[in-house]
């Protein structure tokens, strides 16, 4: 936890074990827990989607990569839990050690690195969101690992980086539009660092060219090419640009689909502002929940332990940027306020489940912090992580829906008891 | 140099595989468009009667059209809406949207998500058109204008409007005409009228019934049926 680089070796033998532990807790009883309406939809989605090009039964407005996915999913591991979640499970399990890379090509520090990994590993909210079929997921990886490529090739200027960052940057974008948010600020780095190049002109053209290929072109392409079963309807390009714009309009104005909802959101957290200031949690009621008991609820909570934290750690970050001149700090920073700002700001709400494209850039910050304060502090670094383990290891109970005393206990002394009651359509 | 060379090489071939990715959109969704190629016993004839929508949407499945525009010349639309919460314009299946299992009032909505059908033009006797322009004017995806309400939503563009404002579809379309359509006006000019407004009918066919039509109206379709020269057609489904 000191931050001094760690060989190559213990690097990757440390990813390995992390990226272990998150399979493992996104993978153990996965079988069992009971599938959610959405969960359902999802399958049916991506069914329609890839054999007619019809993006219903639900989440029409969002771009359309789970669909290609979990179409593929269900034809090779049938219909079943693994097939529906399979993609959630990998993507999610590969957040680790994509966000740990990240973290560690950006601060040189294998403590930090360590720790982020660990956090993620072991988030409730990230894990809840691992075993499900909706896609918000794979927006903790995509991004992620896009950025890290873009830094090896701010670092070794390997072509190859840049187009691999690009290709998931539009993997992401063709998950989720916020995407667009972390890819702003790697445009904006690297578009500082051609500024700051001595070359010629022509070399200075030539990187211009290639990083706008590569972080605009490429993921455009990737994204539209995830459209090709809808332009099997019959379209054309001037009717996709007509169905995007109808996507962006819903997205922007979007406040739930129509009767789910209980007047004023009754029993669900509202608000992107909410997640780092109190309890952040998303529950799911199961279609199990009719026959009762076990598996009812999905309960995912954001591990209080580290969430609550995110504001001083951007704090410490924003003043060893300002006083001590450090780069690495202004970049993760960077990252977790223009990846969360713009949702914080929307007019329309915002669900928990969003955050999950925030919480690598806020675990960063968070990882950042713990391992420098590790090396002055290591007990009382250590006592934290231990209690941040803790509550992760409790809290992995109800986001699976397994009752236990302890969990069901810790649970509902966070997530208010409405947030149990029925919504519209589901039975009480 | 060697560097820069090296980049603008592969910024031309991200370039062009960019160039390949929409051309190829475009060229999978031109393919897409399958239009109606009239068997001998058609006579070279467009129009075909069958008892309901349901037995039209599996006629244009069985003649293998896909990717068309689709008109539709109706008195009824859906559910009734409740208060509480607005009929979806898209219509939702009644029972079902597999052939085997289409009825009347979840036909256009098999039309759509199997494929058949890649828009909807929608065009309605007054009455009728009061009603849905009524229902679009509470809805968020709804553009109403005067006579007309268009809805972009879901990757499936409808138009709802009065028949004077019908606006033709750009290539060569699917046409239903239901009874309850048919008020006092002649069935035979029903054809004229479609050429004149600019459709281009790929494949008509007039339904004998529909959950609105009177017996009046059913007479008249009938007599349309006939003054187009109609064929009967009849899909068998195996049940």
Partial sequence: MTGAAPSRRRLVAGLVALTALGIAVRTVHLGDQPVTPDDADVGQTARNFVETGWPEPTMWNHPRLRDALVDASLDALGRGPWGLKAWSVLLGALTVPAAAWLAFLLTGSGGAAAILGLLLALDPLHVDFSRQAINDVYLGFFPVAAVAAAWRYRATRRTGWLVLAGALFGLGLASKWSALLPLAVTAAVLARDVARTRGSARERSAEVAFAASCLVVLPLAVYLATFLPWFGRGYGLTDWLGFQRSMAVETATHVGYAGTKRPGYAGELVGAWRWFVSPAWYVDR????????????LVGIGNPVTWLVVWPSLAYAGWCAWRRRDAAAAILAALFLASYLPLVATARPIWTNTALAVLPFAMALVAFAAARLGALRPRLVGAWLAAAVLAGALLWFPATGIRTAAGDRLAHALVPDDAFAPRPGEAP | MRASNARLAWAAGIVLLAAAAAASSEAVGRSARRGFDPPPEFGGKRWAVVPDAAEAVRAWMAAGVHGRPLVVLTGRWGRPASPAQPAL????????????????????????????????HVAMPPAALALRLAEARGAKDARVGDGWASHPYHGYPRRFSS?????????????LVEP???EAAGPAAIDAWLRDRGVIIDLGIVALDDPAASDAQRERARALAEALGAVAVEVEVER
Avoid: I, K, N
């Fill in chain 1, 286 to 297: 199961t279609l199990a929940a009719d026959r009762g008991g076990e598996g009812a609820f």
């Fill in chain 2, 180 to 182: 309850s359509f048919l």
């Fill in chain 2, 163 to 175: 028949p004077a404002a019908l606006r033709a579809p750009p290539d060569p379309a699917l046409v």
């Fill in chain 2, 89 to 120: 314009v898209v219509a939702r299946p009644q029972s079902g949207d597999s052939p085997d299992l289409l009825d009347a009032d979840s036909a256009l909505f098999a039309a759509a998500r199997l494929g058949v059908a890649r828009e909807m």
